[in-house]
């Protein structure tokens, strides 16, 4: 039983004529102690999903269920209970802390709430404690949010997550705006907690390289779509979608090129409307545009298939951007 498995997620914003499906029809599976990277281009529907997951955005088709139980829009008791089993580190620690509230305090509330059988001295070691775990002095909890660097208050935020013993924790591109000697102390300092405690981590980033270093898998998401999902050193060496490719093939590289990199023609089609069938075929270099005979692409939606172990795609013609290249061995233009 995986601590979160999210089955068919459907969300959609809006009514009537201006609805449109922000995440249609997600699959997605975090095991016990594993890190799944998640990433694709903005408005692809990761933050969407991510909100989702921890209740902070309605539902409107599919399941998301927690250690089995289904939380899919938990409301009252059953929400306390989702918070208690998941929680989430935000992308700006300053808007998601309350400037009001001391750091000591912002820990202290997420005991006083879900681990409330806690005696007050109890909470306030705990307190103590999981400062020292995020690598923050325990004497710095009286201190106030804005007394903290960005990094900081990150690790503060971190060190909230935690306070609940939430084995599931979401990251929400929580090093963006960090700088990169800071990104790499804090994405240290997680791998270390999440050894010590068996987290299981939905790590979410527009970093490739940050989602590599992180995830034990990776899912790439397309328009509210997962269109590949495998463990992460076969994503990164062997990308079987054309969007999987282009996304690795923009990732600047020092030295020689070894090949041309796989170009994507034409705009990010609005995801108000997005495109029938496959939802890439309009930018895809293996599809419709470069051959009028792969009208499949147009009128039929790829449906996810098994294509190595734990590697899944939905892709009509993916044998063909396989064939053209590889990211590290070089690429062909098709």
Partial sequence: MNPLDLRGVQIRYGRGQTAFAAVAGVDLAVAVGQTHGLVGESGSGKSTLARAVVGLQPVTGGCIRVSGTDVTNARGPALAHLRRRVQMVFQNPYASLNPRMRAGDAIGEALRIHRSDLPAATRERETADLLALVGLDPASAGRWPHQFSGGQRQRLAIARALATGAPVIVLDEITSALDVSVQATILNLLRDIQRQRRLSLLFISHDLAVVRYMSDVVSVMHLGRIVESAPTDTLFSAPLHPYTRALLDAVPRLGAPTGAPLRLAG??????????????????????????????CISNDPVEQLVGPG????????????????????????
């Fill in 267 to 296: 705009e990010v089609p609005d995801p108000r409307a997005p495109p029938s069938g496959c939802r890439f075929h309009s930018r895809c270099p293996v599809g419709p545009q470069v051959n009028a005979a792969r009208q499949s």
């Fill in 311 to 334: 590697h899944r795609i939905a892709c009509h013609f993916h044998g063909l951007a396989a064939a053209a290249s590889t990211v590290d061995g070089g690429a062909t233009a098709l």
